[in-house]
């Protein structure tokens, strides 16, 4: 998802390309039970393409990606 939406380019991309950071501590993600519960980068400068992954989040229960 990272690379595809640009994450590079991102406002604030805290912690998505640290391997030892659990992915429940990345920056707009929210866990319960170490599920993805609420993915939100809201005015973070993503561009790029969606990834298909993203139907992986099989828990979230809310979804920003706007501008």
């Known amino acids: 998802f990272y ?15 640290d ?3 659990s992915y429940c501590e990345w ?3 929210t866990c319960d ?3 993805v519960t609420i993915l939100n980068l809201r005015n ?3 561009s790029g393409t ?4 993203i139907g ?3 828990a979230i ?3 920003d990606l706007s501008d």
């Open 3 to 17: 690379h595809s939406a640009k994450g590079g380019e991102w406002t604030n991309s805290t912690n998505w390309v």
């Open 19 to 21: 391997e030892y950071t």
């Open 27 to 29: 920056k707009g993600v």
């Open 33 to 35: 039970n170490d599920r």
């Open 44 to 46: 973070n400068g993503l």
């Open 50 to 53: 969606l990834s298909e992954r």
């Open 56 to 58: 992986d989040l099989t």
């Open 61 to 63: 229960e809310v979804l």
